[in-house]
């Protein structure tokens, strides 16, 4: 599992291609739900320890074409690319963690 701060000059398709699925969260530094479920989201994908797995964090302040290709309007948004089906999930929106872990779960993504 590797965690990847997006950053000015980073190719999202690259990196999402580097891994099976991707978590893609699309947050704020200035967001408090963000802050609050970024730490639990790389907990989650540490104790899983998965290496087909992928976390790419995007700040949609410093990516607003980004967010607007994906249509960003609330946040924390994720979603979860899928390398061997070219397919991205339908959005989870919020913090509330449960309901996170029942999303990637969900979607392939084994969180205990």
Same mark, same amino acid.
Do not use: M
């Given at each position: 599992m590797s965690v990847v701060k997006l950053k000015s000059g980073d190719n999202l398709g690259y990196l999402v291609e580097q891994y099976d699925k991707t978590l893609? *969260?699309? =947050?704020?530094?200035?967001?408090?739900p963000c802050r609050r479920v970024t730490p639990v989201v790389k907990e989650k994908?540490?104790?899983?320890?998965?290496?087909?797995?992928?976390?790419?964090?995007?700040?949609?302040?410093?990516?607003?074409?980004?967010?607007?290709?994906? *249509?960003? =309007?609330?946040?924390?948004?994720?979603?979860?690319?899928?390398?061997?089906t070219d397919t991205i999930t339908l959005p989870y929106k919020g913090s509330d963690t449960n309901g996170l872990v029942s999303y990637c779960n969900k979607s392939g993504i084994g969180f205990k």
């Open positions: 893609i *969260q699309f =947050s704020a530094d200035w967001c408090g994908l540490q104790e899983l320890n998965d290496p087909r797995v992928g976390y790419v964090y995007i700040d949609i302040d410093e990516h607003e074409r980004i967010a607007k290709a994906f *249509q960003i =309007s609330t946040i924390p948004h994720f979603i979860i690319y899928d390398k061997k």
